[in-house]
C-alpha cells in the first residue's frame, strides 16, 4: 500500500481547524453546563475562596503596617503577640477554606464532564446515517472522550480560581492605591505592555491547541481502524505499511505538541519578567520615598508582599486563559457535532401509527447520497401487507438503498415511501423504526452475554420469551453448547462465535422484537447449507402474516416470494413472481442460470 493512498484512506475531513473568532457566545453557552449547580457547589466552592482570598488580603496589611509600623516599630511587644494570634488563626482557616474549595471544585469539574459528554453521546444516538457515513467511528470518539477531557481543568479549576483570583487583584488594585498611590502608579506601569503582547500570543495559541486536536482525532481514527481491521492488514502483509502511516500520524500529533507547548510556555516567563521588572521599580521609587518621608517601612514591607502576591494571580490568569484556549478548540469541535442536525428530522405533529399494518408504496422515488450520481431512479413499487417482496440485482443496483428508505434511515430526493397510505415522513420515526426489524449479513454483536444480545431486540423480554425465540430461529442447539449457555460472554463485535452463530443470533433478536415489517439484507449470504435448511423452517414462521423485503444474491431463498423485482443501476427493469420471470427468460433468468452453472463447476 502506498503512502499515498494510506493517506487517502486515514484522511478525514471533518477533522480540520475550524477557522473562527474568539466568541464570548460560545464560551456562555460552555458554562451554561454549571447551572444545575449553581444553588448547590458552587455558592459552596465561592463562599470557601471568598474566605480564602479575604485571608490572603489582610495577613499582609497586618505584617507590614500593624506588626512593624505599630507593634515592632513602638515596642508593643503584648500588641506584636496578639497580632501573632490573629494571623495563625487566619492561616489555619485559610488551609480549611482551601482544602474545602479544592474538593468541592473537583466535584464541579466531574459533575459537569460528566454533563457534557452524556449529553454529546445521547445527541449522536438520534443523528441520521449521513452523518455516520462522512465519519470515522475513532473521530466520533476523539470528541465524545478527549475533547470533553480536554476542559476538565476549565472546569475544575479554572471557573473558581478565576474568580478567585480576579477578586485578589481587584483588592490588590485597592490596597496598593490606598498605601501609596505614587507607588502603585509606578509600579503598574508595565502592564499595558504586558496586556499588548499577551493579546498578540492569543491568536497563536489558539490555532496551536486547535491543530492539536485536529492530529489527535487524526490518530484516534488511524489507530481505532488499524485494531477493527488488523485480520485485514495481516492477511495481505501490510503491517509495515500501517506502521509507516502510524509513525507519521504519531510524529505529526508530537509536533503539533510541541509547537502548542512551546507557545503556551511563552507566556509564564513574559509574567516573571513583568514581575522583575515591578520589583526594580518597587525597590528604586520606593526607597526614594522612605528617604523622602511619604511612607514608612511597613507600609513599604506590604506593599512588597502585595506586589508579590499581584504577579501570581496574573500568572494563574495566563495560565486560565491557555486552558480556555485549549477548552475553545474543543468546544468548538464539540459544539459542532451538538449543532449537527439529524438530516432525517422527526416532525413535532407527527403521525402515531403504532398498529402499522404493513402495506408499504414506492412513488417515482428518486434517491442520492451525493449530487454525483442517482442510486435510485423513478422506483414505483406495492407491496400489500402480509406478503414477500425480493429484491435482486447486481452489486450497487439500489437494493439496500430501497430497504433503508422504508427503515427512513434516510429520505428520498423525490418522490415519497408510505406507510398504510402515509408518508413515511409524517410517521412519528420511533413508531415507524420499532415497527421494521432488519437482519444484515454483517451482524453486529455487543460485549456481554448471549442472553443480552438477543434481548436487544426486545429490553424487557424474560428469560424464557429469548429462549423460545432462540430455539424458533434454531439457534438454541449451538448455545447449550456454549460454556455457560445463553449467559456465555462474548466479546465487541463476537468474533469467538463462527459467521454463521452471529448471524442466528441476530434472525432470533429480530424474531424477538416481533416487527410487524421485516427486512432481510443478505440475511443467509454467511449461512452453510445445512444451517440455511433450518432457517429456512424458521424463516416461514418469521416471516408469517408479515410483511417482508428479502435481499438475495443466493436466489434459491426467493423462490417463495409473492413478488420479486430485479434491479439494475437504480432502476427496476423486471418484476413478477419466480415462474413469471423465469418464463420472460430476461435478466432474472440470467442470473438463476448463472447461479446453477457456478454450482456445477464448483462441484
Request: no cysteine; aromatic share 10%.
Amino acid at each position: 500500500m502506498t503512502k499515498s493512498s494510506l493517506k487517502e484512506r486515514f484522511y478525514y475531513p471533518e477533522d480540520r481547524v475550524i477557522e473562527k473568532p474568539f466568541n464570548w457566545a460560545q464560551l456562555i453557552r460552555l458554562l451554561t453546563y454549571l447551572k444545575p449547580y449553581l444553588k448547590t457547589l458552587i455558592p459552596k466552592a465561592a463562599a470557601a475562596m471568598l474566605a480564602s482570598t479575604a485571608v490572603r488580603l489582610i495577613v499582609p496589611i497586618i505584617i507590614g503596617v500593624y506588626a512593624f509600623d505599630n507593634a515592632i516599630a513602638k515596642e508593643n511587644y503584648s500588641l506584636l503577640y496578639w497580632l501573632v494570634g490573629v494571623t495563625a488563626f487566619l492561616y489555619a482557616l485559610s488551609f480549611v477554606s482551601n482544602w474545602y474549595r479544592i474538593k468541592t471544585t473537583n466535584q464541579l469539574g466531574q459533575y459537569v464532564i460528566h454533563d457534557l459528554r452524556e449529553s454529546l453521546f445521547n445527541h449522536v444516538q438520534f443523528l441520521s446515517h449521513r452523518f455516520f457515513d462522512s465519519r470515522s467511528a475513532g473521530s466520533i470518539l476523539v470528541r465524545i472522550i478527549n475533547d470533553v477531557n480536554s476542559m476538565q481543568d476549565l472546569f475544575t479549576n479554572g471557573v473558581i480560581n478565576t474568580l478567585m483570583d480576579m477578586v485578589t487583584l481587584v483588592g490588590i488594585f485597592v490596597i496598593l492605591f490606598v498605601l501609596s498611590p505614587p507607588l502603585a502608579i509606578a509600579v503598574l506601569l508595565i502592564i499595558p505592555l504586558m496586556f499588548f503582547i499577551s493579546t498578540k500570543l492569543r491568536r497563536k495559541i489558539r490555532r496551536a491547541w486547535q491543530n492539536v486536536r485536529m492530529k489527535m482525532s487524526k490518530l484516534n481514527s488511524h489507530l481505532n481502524e488499524s485494531i477493527q481491521g488488523i485480520r485485514v492488514t495481516q492477511s495481505f502483509t501490510q503491517e509495515k505499511g500501517n506502521m509507516e502511516y502510524f509513525k507519521g500520524v504519531n510524529v505529526e500529533n508530537f509536533l503539533a505538541w510541541k509547537e502548542a507547548s512551546r507557545k503556551n510556555a511563552m507566556f509564564r516567563p513574559f509574567v516573571d519578567l513583568s514581575n522583575a521588572a515591578g520589583s526594580a521599580i518597587l525597590i528604586w521609587f520606593g526607597a526614594y520615598l522612605i528617604n523622602s518621608g511619604s511612607i514608612e517601612i511597613g507600609t513599604f514591607i506590604s506593599f512588597s508582599f502585595y506586589l508579590g502576591m499581584f504577579w501570581g494571580p496574573i500568572s494563574r490568569l495566563g495560565q486560565v486563559y491557555n486552558q480556555l484556549l485549549v477548552a475553545m478548540a474543543s468546544s468548538e469541535r464539540i459544539f459542532e457535532f451538538l449543532d449537527e442536525k439529524p438530516s432525517v428530522p422527526d416532525k413535532k405533529n407527527a403521525v402515531s401509527m403504532e398498529k402499522i399494518r404493513g402495506t408499504i408504496d414506492f412513488d417515482h422515488v428518486e434517491f442520492s447520497y451525493d449530487e454525483s450520481r442517482k442510486a435510485l431512479k423513478g422506483i414505483n413499487l406495492h407491496v400489500p401487507a402480509g406478503e414477500t417482496l425480493a429484491l435482486v440485482g447486481h452489486t450497487g443496483s439500489g437494493k439496500t438503498t430501497i430497504a433503508s428508505l422504508v427503515s427512513r434511515f434516510y429520505d428520498v430526493t423525490s418522490g415519497a415511501v408510505s406507510f398504510d397510505g402515509v408518508d413515511v415522513r409524517d410517521i412519528n420515526l420511533r413508531e415507524l423504526r420499532s415497527s421494521v426489524g432488519t437482519v444484515i449479513q454483517e451482524t453486529y454483536i455487543f460485549s456481554g452475554t448471549i442472553m443480552e444480545n438477543i434481548r436487544f431486540g426486545k429490553p424487557d423480554a424474560t428469560d424464557q420469551e429469548v429462549v423460545k425465540a432462540a430455539e424458533a430461529i434454531g439457534a438454541n442447539s449451538f448455545i447449550e453448547a456454549l460454556p455457560h449457555g445463553y449467559q456465555t460472554e462474548v466479546e465487541e463485535r463476537g468474533n469467538v462465535l463462527s459467521v454463521g452463530e452471529r448471524q442466528l443470533l441476530s434472525f432470533a433478536r429480530a424474531l424477538l422484537s416481533d416487527p410487524r415489517t421485516l427486512i432481510l439484507d443478505e440475511a443467509t449470504a454467511s449461512i452453510d447449507t445445512e444451517t440455511e435448511l433450518v432457517i429456512q423452517a424458521a424463516l416461514k414462521k418469521l416471516l408469517k402474516g408479515r410483511t417482508s423485503i428479502i435481499i438475495a444474491h443466493r436466489l434459491s431463498t426467493i423462490r417463495d416470494a409473492d413478488h420479486i423485482v430485479v434491479l439494475n443501476e437504480g432502476e427496476i427493469v423486471e418484476q413478477g413472481s419466480h415462474d413469471q420471470l423465469m418464463k420472460m427468460r430476461g435478466k432474472y433468468f440470467d442470473l438463476v442460470l448463472s447461479q446453477y452453472n457456478m454450482l456445477d463447476s464448483a462441484s
